[in-house]
């Protein structure tokens, strides 16, 4: 047994030496896969969702069951079995899921670390591909769950009991992660409104796209695209991060991916018909777009739009 003063380094060595090697089919497998691009995924080792003296290591993109060697437990923060008594046992002392069902004589029952979260003692649903244990039940984005009237309800009003963690952004609920490697990761699909104003903000990774999102009250209550733009509707109109709105693709310039006519080389004081659309013109030099009516095309040689 070590003394408690030993390096916190040596530690790790355990993470070779102790082996139960056990393939256990009800551990979430968090595991890098085995792929043509990659063949042999770097080691990873996770926590044991259920008991602290145990972790997950894999292998070929398969989840083990190890024991970490008496009186040491799996740490988070550092990745590696640590004494039970030293300050990197982060472990948290959690009765295992089916203990607390088992315990309690309600059905429903809060849960004791996050307020988005509850358990569901009668739902004996196969948990495997997903970040979540056994009973354990997660609202949907951005609902809590109440804990005085047990159940899911708006973040406006439901009551979140003292300690736990409250989810405030889209990723913060493990339901919106990945669980496979063909998805698009949660911070890309769903942007965090945390710190900004009540309103329309970008999608910070998907700058000059469709892509938006509503804020209120720090959460992302709606993922939006902007419609598409008349008169052809070929296209949608992009989101504007300095405006804060959906504008036409004619008044953002071509390096934004915009179709803002250049008005670089043309002559001032007249119109030109753009490259995209024969129905489309612009004025010289300030670069501005009008539409000819339907079954009109805009002539350059007279200057004005005419029947087809
Ligand atoms: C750990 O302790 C248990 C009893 O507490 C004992 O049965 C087991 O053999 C010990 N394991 C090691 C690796 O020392
Ligand atoms: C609890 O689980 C049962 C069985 O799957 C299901 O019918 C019920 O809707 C669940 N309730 C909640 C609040 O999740
Ligand atoms: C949003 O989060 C900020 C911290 O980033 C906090 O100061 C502010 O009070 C929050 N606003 C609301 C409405 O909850």
Redesign the pocket.
Known sequence: MLPPSTPITLAFVFLVGTALAQYDSDIVNKCPQVSPEDPNPDPLYYSHPDDCTKYVSCAFGLPYVMECPNGTVFSDVITGCVHEEGPYNKCAKRPENKATCQAGSRNLIPHPDFCQRYYNCSDHSDKRMSYLGKFEEECDYPDLFDYVLLKCMSFKVAKCAEGTKVGVQPCDYVRNQCVSSHCEPCSFRAPSC??KPDGLHENTIKLWTPFHVRCE??RSVEFLECPFQPPDSRFRMLFSPERKACIPLWEIPKEKSGLQPDCAEKEEGRFFATDESDRVFYDCPFSKVFFCDKEEVFSEESQKCVQT
Do not use: Q
Request: glycine share 24%.
């Open positions: 945390l710190g009250s720090n």
